[in-house]
């Protein structure tokens, strides 16, 4: 029998803990050949906060993991009974599986996330900041554009009373 992919609906927060709990009550059962994947969708962000660089894990949805698994009975029953566990994403009480293309994105967005991971720019257009390294440290500006894939803040910095567009790096910035 295929196996696809099912969201569940758990407590916000409880992911973890939710996923742990699944994962032990299907050893216990013997059922990992029903239920052969639980996964908490993750991305891996990297910021930059106090002057040190730190990468952490963010969840993607929050308040939702996915499972692979035969639509059996069983392992409806399995799930449904365990701890933490609200009821599956789909109509009329029956869980819908994922699309395979909604799967295959979403499983290549993650492993890409691991080998590189996403970078945390939280400046908006239009924002003022102040640069706090390089040339025009401690002018301030303005927020033209944000290139969150290059890591390149562009600021607009007044220059002899006339705007010059200046791209820095997004820590070279602080917001005012």
């Not at 050949?33 to 930059?48: A, C, D």
């Not at 906060?49 to 308040?63: A, Q, S, Y």
């Not at 562009?154 to 820590?171: A, G, H, Q």
Request: proline share 7%.
């Amino acid at each position: 029998m295929a196996k696809n992919w099912y969201v569940i609906r758990v407590q916000s927060g409880k992911e973890e803990k939710v996923r742990k709990a699944l994962e032990k009550r299907i050893n216990a059962a013997g059922a990992e050949e029903m239920i052969s994947r639980v996964l908490v969708p993750t991305e891996t962000v990297s910021e930059i906060k106090g002057g040190k660089k730190r990468v952490t894990k963010k969840k993607i949805f929050p308040g939702y993991i996915m499972v692979e698994m035969e639509d059996l009975d069983e392992a409806l029953y399995l799930i449904r009974e365990t701890p933490g566990v609200g009821d599956f994403v789909g109509a009329h009480m029956r869980p819908t599986p994922m699309a395979p293309h909604e799967v295959a994105n979403l499983l290549g967005d993650m492993e890409r996330q691991e080998e590189t991971p996403k970078l945390k720019i939280n400046f908006q257009k239009g924002e003022s900041v102040k640069i706090k390294e390089g040339p025009f440290e401690n002018f301030d500006g303005i927020v033209d554009e944000v290139n969150p894939e290059k890591g390149l803040v562009r600021v607009v910095v007044t220059i002899f009373s006339r705007p010059t567009p200046v791209e820095l790096e997004y820590w070279q910035v602080e917001p005012i």
